[in-house]
């Protein structure tokens, strides 16, 4: 079965997730757990492909299995774990931060990683 590229896996993901968006009220949450686990996955993406590296070498700059990082960059099935997220953020030299709004009915989170200042 041939592989999806990156660009085409994350373009089929935002594709899905507009349409999620379209669900009712009890299936947001779901939803913006997805999208915050989408963005997360593209600034991964964005930081490692500057740096000109491979999924493989973030994994072993990480400590982690390369499966684990194209999870990370092409699917929005899970929020990462503050560990996850630590992780990665220090083997590309960036800052993470993570942002959780709650509210009535807009518990949202979002994830920014901003490369150090050499």
């Given at each position: 079965m ?36 989408a963005?997360f996955g ?5 930081l490692?492909?500057?740096k ?12 982690m ?22 992780k ?22 979002e994830f920014t990683l ?5």
């Open positions: 041939p592989r999806t590229s990156g660009r085409r896996a994350r373009a089929l993901l935002h594709t899905r997730l507009e349409r999620q968006a379209a669900r009712p009220p009890e299936m947001q949450a779901a939803y913006d757990d997805a999208r915050a686990a963005r593209e600034a991964v993406y964005q490692r492909t500057a000109g590296w491979s999924r493989r070498q973030l994994a072993d700059a990480a400590g299995k390369q499966q684990s990082i194209s999870r990370i960059e092409e699917s929005a099935s899970a929020l990462p774990t503050l560990a996850v997220i630590h990665i953020a220090k083997a590309l030299g960036a800052d993470a931060r993570v942002d959780i709004h709650t509210g009535e009915g807009a518990d949202t989170f901003t490369p150090q200042a050499a």
